[in-house]
């Protein structure tokens, strides 16, 4: 993956993790005030977020041609992945602060390079070729 493209995924990653959190601590009935105030921050940077899912979507087909599925099996490996542990009181807590601090899509983006994007490069392999290479060789 090029750079622009692992940090796309780490944007598509958060918002899939948060939104995820989110309905989880709803669910649980430990805070259900985060899934709105996600759901607002998610359509006022609406095109932003769909720039990213279609940097992601073109990466997935460039890197792997042959597998029409492997952007889907990430998604699911990310969603699924949060599904294991049940969300403490606190954790809520903690993920309504978080949330609350996207006052702007600057604030997001630090909790992005901070966080996810790490993980992103654990996965991926960075591309120093313009064109982009295979992911995960």
Partial sequence: MTAPEMEAEAI???GMIIR???RD?????????ILPIWGAFDQANIQRFRDAVQV????????YPDD???????????VASRQIT?????????????VGSFNDWDAFMRHVRTTVLGQVKTAFKLCPKARGGAAGR
Avoid: M, W
Avoid at 25 to 33: F, N, Q, T, V, Y
Avoid at 56 to 63: M, V
Avoid at 72 to 77: I, L, Y
Avoid at 92 to 98: E, F, N, P
């Fill in 12 to 14: 598509v990653r958060a």
């Fill in 20 to 22: 995820g959190y989110a």
């Fill in 25 to 33: 601590c709803a669910r649980l009935g430990h805070d259900g005030s």
């Fill in 56 to 63: 992601r979507s073109e990466s997935y087909k460039r890197n």
């Fill in 68 to 78: 029409p599925y492997a952007e889907q099996r990430a998604t699911n490996a990310v």
């Fill in 86 to 98: 049940e969300f403490a009181r606190e954790e809520c807590t903690a993920l309504a602060g978080l």
